[in-house]
C-alpha cells in the first residue's frame, strides 16, 4: 500500500514536470529575443555570418553547413553524429555547447535554464514574431 503511494505521488510528479516542461517547449520569441542578445555578439540572424555563422533557418537545417563559414573540426565530426538541427539537439547544445561539442570554438558557456532555451528556439524558428 504504501509503495502505490509512492508510486502514484512520483507518477503525479512526472506528469507535472512534463506539461510544465511541454508549456515552455514553445517559447516565447519575444522573450528569446532578449536571451539572444547573449548571442549577438557573435551570431546574427540577417544571413550574415559573424565570429560565428548565421542562425538564419537553423532549424531543420544540417549541422556545419553554412556556406561561407569555417567550422571546426569538432563541429564538423558531430554534424557526422548529429546531421540536423533538430529542437532536441539544438537545446542541448544551447544548455551545454562544450559537453554536446567537446573542442567546440564557440566561447559561450550555454544558457542555463530551460525556458531561456525554449524562448530562444522559439526566436530562432520565427524572428519576426518577435517584433
Excluded: Q
Excluded at 531543420?60 to 556556406?67: K, L, T
Excluded at 553524429?81 to 559561450?108: D, Q, S
Amino acid at each position: 500500500m504504501f509503495n502505490s503511494k509512492i508510486r502514484l505521488a512520483g507518477l503525479a510528479l512526472a506528469s507535472g514536470l512534463l506539461a510544465a516542461s511541454a508549456a515552455h517547449a514553445d517559447g516565447d520569441p519575444v522573450a528569446g529575443a532578449k536571451v539572444f542578445k547573449k548571442c549577438a555578439a557573435c551570431h546574427a540572424v540577417d544571413g550574415k555570418n559573424k565570429v560565428g555563422p548565421h542562425l538564419d533557418g537553423i532549424l531543420g537545417r544540417p549541422v556545419a553547413s553554412v556556406e561561407d563559414y569555417k567550422y571546426s573540426k569538432a563541429m564538423e565530426e558531430h554534424a557526422a553524429e548529429i546531421p540536423e538541427w533538430t529542437e532536441e539537439a539544438l537545446a542541448a547544445y544551447l544548455h551545454n555547447p562544450k559537453g554536446v561539442v567537446p573542442k567546440t570554438k564557440m566561447a559561450f558557456v550555454g544558457l542555463k535554464k530551460d525556458e531561456d532555451v525554449a524562448n530562444v528556439i522559439a526566436y530562432l524558428k520565427d524572428p519576426s514574431a518577435a517584433k
